[in-house]
Nanobody
């Protein structure tokens, strides 16, 4: 059972930056592909980014390419999401998730954090 805890959310003005972190309890953290999803009020949870087990390969949804960067530190059991040039439409609850394969659909993930709120004001 993998337990995930996110941190780093908050309120930021449009154009600003935030860095989220997600720390796993599992010692075999490096066995998992890690992803970030987000959910805005009244909308479905959507894929944001994914990173492979070594951290060498990443994928992003089109709306965040060039602005967000995902990374991981397997020694610290932590995955990060650096968010720059934030827009109002980036507002939502951000969740990290763990899976044993490269997958971009929320239903395929077995382990989820509790979420952290990101609010971007104009």
């Amino acid at each position: 059972q993998v337990q995930l805890v996110e941190s780093g959310g908050g309120l930021v003005q449009a154009g600003g930056s935030l860095k989220l972190a997600c720390t796993a309890s599992e010692r075999t953290f490096s066995n998992y592909y890690m992803a970030w999803f987000r959910q805005a009020p009244g909308k479905e949870r959507e894929f944001v980014t994914i990173i492979n087990r070594s951290g060498a390969i990443t994928g992003y949804t089109d709306s965040v390419k060039g602005r967000f960067t995902v990374s991981r530190d397997n020694a610290k059991n932590t995955v990060y999401l650096q968010m720059n040039s934030l827009k109002r439409e980036d507002t939502g609850v951000y969740y990290c998730a763990a899976a044993t394969t490269w997958v971009e659909t929320a239903a395929s993930y077995d382990y989820w954090g509790q979420g952290t709120q990101v609010t971007v004001s104009s």
